[in-house]
């Protein structure tokens, strides 16, 4: 007999990335007298503390910034790992669910937009080979590019692990009695998870149906150098 849908959410997992690699996407973006730092990577929540600072210097040594960026770097990266072992030992959901994942990045000259669907209960689920893949099917020459590709993904599940770690809390302050949990956990772009049995009937990582190929055909393009002028100078102003 079926499992009903409701019985996945029953039943929660301990909170972690629902992918084969349990790593925390870190974004630094820091400015100290007029110079600014930017970098996005992700970080093994095992490694031990002292390695941040090892990190900070080692950093701060190859890009020649200032001995200030050290204490900077390497707090803001103890910050978020520590909002993330937050988390940790705590009950989220899974099940089978899947949810929209979006791209919208530019990488020096190349921009890159696409839109699909994850498998949440795929625990073994691999961006960075989605990644590379990716590049590879677009033609993409840029090695910068799979990784930013990669750790978009990973930013987006580390998103909705966590407002999965919330409806498990607001579950059990519901009233006693009552039947079954409402599970729509949203993505960052604000769409309702769906059930992936129920639209394809068996799992997969990511999914592209057929019939909404041209709504959700990747584009990728390559700007001028006009073009990248323009958009760091508009990025500039906002960050400002």
């Avoid at 730092?37 to 090892?54: I, L, Q, R």
């Avoid at 599940?157 to 949203?186: F, H, M, N």
Wanted: hydrophobic fraction near 40%; charged fraction near 30%; glycine fraction near 4%.
């Amino acid at each position: 007999m079926k499992t009903p849908a409701s019985a996945f959410y029953k039943n929660p997992v301990k909170f972690r990335i629902p992918t084969a690699e349990n790593l925390v996407p870190i974004r630094l973006d820091i400015e100290i007298d007029g110079q600014r730092y930017k970098d996005a990577f992700t970080w093994n929540p095992s490694d031990p503390d002292s390695e941040v600072v090892v990190f900070a210097k080692r950093t701060v040594k190859d890009l020649k910034l200032p001995p200030a960026f050290v204490t900077q770097i390497a707090q803001s990266i103890q910050s978020q790992l520590a909002e993330f072992r937050s988390y940790e030992g705590q009950d989220m959901y899974a099940g089978e669910k899947i949810v929209p994942i979006k791209l919208d990045l530019r990488v020096n000259h190349t921009l890159v937009k696409d839109h699909f669907l994850w498998d949440l209960n795929n625990f073994e689920s691999d961006p960075e080979e989605f990644a590379r893949n990716f590049c590879k099917d677009m033609g993409i020459e840029d090695p910068e590019v799979g990784p930013a590709i990669a750790f978009a993904i990973r930013e987006q599940l580390y998103e909705i692990a966590i407002q999965s770690v919330v409806l498990v809390k607001e579950s059990r302050l519901s009233k006693k009695g009552r039947r079954g949990i409402d599970y729509t956990p949203l993505s960052k772009g604000g769409a309702v998870a769906v059930d992936l049995v129920k639209l394809f009937g068996q799992k997969s990582s990511v999914v592209r149906k057929r019939k909404e190929w041209d709504v959700y055909e990747p584009i990728v393009d390559l700007l001028s150098n006009e073009e990248v002028d323009a958009l760091e100078a508009k990025e500039e102003r906002s960050f400002r």
